[in-house]
Nanobody
Framework: VQLQACGGGLVQAGGSLRLSCAAS????????MGWFRQAPGKEREGVSF????????YYVDSVKGRFTITRDKRKNTVHLQMNSLKPEDTAVYYC????????????????????WGQGTLVTVSS
């Protein structure tokens, strides 16, 4: 099983980045996908999730209206488009996959994650 994340980097406040996560080794169509992030000295938090069928999404309040999550079943890839970035978005972002009971649900609980990616660093300068 692999979750290969990429797209992190250094950007100025107000800028944009697009994170991508390529999945392999498990049945992508039966797993919800998501992104967590962890800033220095803080707990890992769920940022955004998308159900296995792509129809249900979740965003933590702090990123609503700025981030968009999508999944591409042909390429087994999930993307996180991040716009209007703020310094408080600075963190290591982790791609995650979990098996849910139905294809239209997801879980924001990190204990329910089956697979984790290696993390990609996003740094937003003020």
């Amino acid at each position: 099983v692999q979750l290969q994340a990429c797209g992190g980097g250094l950007v100025q406040a107000g800028g944009s980045l697009r994170l991508s996560c390529a999945a392999s080794g498990f049945t992508f169509d039966y797993h919800y996908m998501g992104w967590f992030r962890q800033a220095p000295g803080k707990e890992r938090e769920g940022v955004s999730f998308v159900s296995a069928n792509g129809e249900s999404t979740y965003y933590v309040d702090s990123v609503k209206g700025r981030f968009t999550i999508t999944r591409d079943k042909r390429k087994n890839t999930v993307h996180l488009q991040m716009n209007s970035l703020k310094p408080e978005d600075t963190a290591v972002y982790y791609c995650a996959a979990g098996r849910s009971r139905t294809r239209y649900t997801y879980s924001v609980n990190r204990d329910n994650v089956d697979y984790w990616g290696q993390g990609t660093l996003v740094t937003v300068s003020s």
